[in-house]
């Protein structure tokens, strides 16, 4: 993937993982970490599922990557499980605490919401160690392909919404 997209799946877990330590969350950090690193990497042509929406295209990558770890049925499961759901308008912490903090980290650095929650120190030390290198543009591109060629996915209900100008008013772009 791109250095953008790397960098923005980098900083999905540091927000994940500072809001959810913050406010005393317990998850697993292993499982919120490599589900933050595949998420979204469905979107990248070597990875495109044709026909599935990519976070379901990315819940199978982590299920083959799961697999390759060694991990158990179950684990494989949970990742593919928390990618998924990271598209959903909101997760339950209670029963996923790990898809709860990926939905809101994901929604901070790409649209821009909640990132009051996000400590001014922590926010500054992450955007210097892992830039946005446009990745504004780089996503409304992604989620517009999505959208034209899988009419029916969350991405395309997204694109219609007016989720671009949300994108692209993100105050961590400033």
């Known amino acids: 993937c791109s250095p953008a997209l790397l960098n923005h799946s980098v900083r999905a877990y540091l927000w994940a993982a500072g809001y959810g330590l913050e406010r005393g969350i317990a998850f697993d950090a292993e499982l919120l970490y490599v589900s933050a ?3 979204d990497l469905a979107l990248v042509k070597e990875f ?4 599935l929406p990519f976070e379901e295209a990315g ?3 982590a299920w083959v990557f799961g697999a390759a770890a060694g991990w158990p049925v179950e684990r494989r499961r949970r990742a593919a499980e928390v990618i998924v759901r990271h598209m959903w308008d909101e997760v339950d912490v209670a029963s996923d605490p790990e898809g709860h903090l990926l939905e809101l980290s994901t929604g901070m650095d790409i649209s821009g919401r909640r990132t009051e929650d996000i400590p001014p120190d922590f926010r500054d030390d992450v955007l210097a160690r892992y830039p946005r290198l446009g990745l504004a ?3 409304i591109g992604y989620f517009e392909d999505q959208a034209k060629r899988k009419p029916l996915c969350r991405a395309a209900k997204f694109v219609c919404g007016g989720w671009a100008a949300r994108v692209a008013a993100n105050p961590l772009e400033r």
Do not use: A
């Not at 495109?48 to 026909?51: A, I, M």
């Open 37 to 39: 690193m595949l998420h």
């Open 48 to 51: 495109d599922n044709h026909t």
């Open 59 to 61: 819940g199978h990558v």
């Open 137 to 139: 543009e780089e996503f």
